[in-house]
C-alpha cells in the first residue's frame, strides 16, 4: 500500500511539473503573441524598406566641368569649389572650397528609391527619413544652408529650410515667425498616403526637428498620439516621391529606417498622428 501510494505521488508531481512546463510555454507563446500583436498594430501604417543616396541631379554641379557627380561622387572640384560628396549608403560629406581659390557651392543629392504609393491599401501608409547634420563652417556663417524635402515624378520640390524656418511648395513660401537650428540637429521628413478607399483625401508631408513634429500651432498634448499641428498637403496626387537634401558647408548622415532596432528614429513613428487637421 505504501509503495502504491510512492508511486502516485510521483505521477502527481511529474504531471504538476509537465504542466508548470506548458505553463511556461504557453506563457511564452502569449508573450511572443503579444509583442507581434502590438508591433504590427502600432507600426502597421509604417512602410519599412531599404534606402540609400545615390543620384546627384544634372542642375547641380561643383563647377562646368562636373568634375563630381552621380557616377564619380567623390573627389575635389578641379576649379577648388566646395561640394557634396557621397561617401557612403547613409552619409554626405561636404567638402568646402578652398580658401581665396573657389566657392562653395550648393549640392542637391537623390535618394535610389521612392516613396511609392502601395495599391489597394486599407491603411494609412506612412514613409519616414531623418538626417543629422554637421555644419562644417562657423554657425552663424552666411554659407551655411540646408535643405530637407521630397520630390515629385514632375520635378516638384515639398521642402523645409532650417536657416530661415521656412515650408515651401508650388513656389508658396510660408514662414515660421521663430526657428532656429543648431550643429548635431536631426531633421525628418515624412509622407503619409491615404487608404486607397478615401479618394477625397490627400496625402501630405510633415517635418520634424530632433523627435518633435515642426510647424505645430499648439504646443499641448493633446493625448499619447494625437498633436495638433501642420503639415504640406499635396493636390497633385502623384504616386511616388523621392527622398532629397541639398547642403552647402553642410554635412548629413541619413537614417532611412533600414535597420530600426539598432538604429531607432529620432521621432516616435509609432505615435504619429496620420488625420492632420491643419495644412499649409
Request: aromatic residues 14%.
Amino acid at each position: 500500500m505504501k509503495e502504491a501510494n510512492n508511486l502516485f505521488e510521483k505521477k502527481i508531481l511529474d504531471l504538476s511539473i509537465k504542466l508548470e512546463r506548458v505553463n511556461y510555454l504557453t506563457c511564452k507563446v502569449v508573450v511572443s503573441l503579444n509583442k507581434n500583436y502590438l508591433k504590427n498594430n502600432i507600426f502597421k501604417s509604417f512602410v519599412e524598406f531599404k534606402n540609400k543616396w545615390k543620384y546627384i541631379p544634372e542642375n547641380y554641379k561643383c563647377c562646368e566641368n562636373k568634375c563630381i557627380n552621380t557616377n564619380n561622387p567623390i573627389g575635389n572640384c578641379i576649379e577648388a569649389n566646395g561640394f557634396v560628396n557621397l561617401i557612403n549608403e547613409e552619409n554626405i560629406k561636404y567638402i568646402n572650397c578652398v580658401e581665396e581659390k573657389g566657392r562653395d557651392v550648393e549640392g542637391g543629392v537623390l535618394a535610389e528609391n521612392s516613396f511609392k504609393k502601395p495599391q489597394n491599401c486599407i491603411n494609412y501608409s506612412l514613409f519616414y527619413f531623418e538626417i543629422k547634420c554637421k555644419i562644417e563652417r562657423e554657425l552663424n556663417n552666411c554659407l551655411n544652408w540646408m535643405v530637407i524635402g521630397l520630390i515629385d515624378c514632375k520635378n516638384k520640390s515639398f521642402k523645409f529650410l532650417p536657416k530661415n524656418g521656412t515650408f515651401m511648395k508650388d513656389n508658396l513660401n510660408f514662414k515660421l515667425p521663430t526657428f532656429s537650428w543648431s550643429h548635431n540637429d536631426v531633421f525628418g521628413c515624412g509622407l503619409v498616403y491615404p487608404p486607397s478607399n478615401k479618394i477625397t483625401r490627400c496625402s501630405y508631408i510633415f517635418f520634424t526637428q530632433n523627435g518633435k513634429r515642426i510647424g505645430k500651432n499648439k504646443i499641448e498634448k493633446l493625448s499619447k498620439n494625437i498633436f495638433k499641428g501642420k503639415a504640406l498637403l499635396l493636390k497633385n496626387k502623384s504616386d511616388y516621391y523621392y527622398p532629397y537634401v541639398v547642403l552647402q558647408c553642410c554635412s548629413v548622415e541619413a537614417n532611412f529606417g533600414n535597420n530600426l532596432e539598432t538604429n531607432p528614429f529620432i521621432y516616435d513613428v509609432s505615435y504619429h498622428q496620420l488625420e492632420f487637421r491643419e495644412f499649409y
